[in-house]
């Protein structure tokens, strides 16, 4: 299967890494808003990467988790397909 191009050359978010962002993100509000531990347990290993690094600790950019970690974000753009 070939993967859309999520972050360009000049590392700009592409619109295909824009949804997998968006995408992966939405799955982030009820755990914050509600406190909700179990949302939280039930993440795949690529979205759950995503919770602990990008959006929690912003110990790596969004930039460079679609292009340094590209399977991950591969992972998470064949869930996004399939929901």
Known sequence: MAYPVFIDQNNVITEAGKQVIEFVEAQFVEADVNNNLQVLNRLSGP???????????????????????RQSAENAYDILKYV
């Open 47 to 69: 979205i759950a990467e995503y919770y602990a690094n990008v959006y929690k600790l912003h110990a790596i950019s969004r930039e460079r988790w679609l292009k340094d970690l």
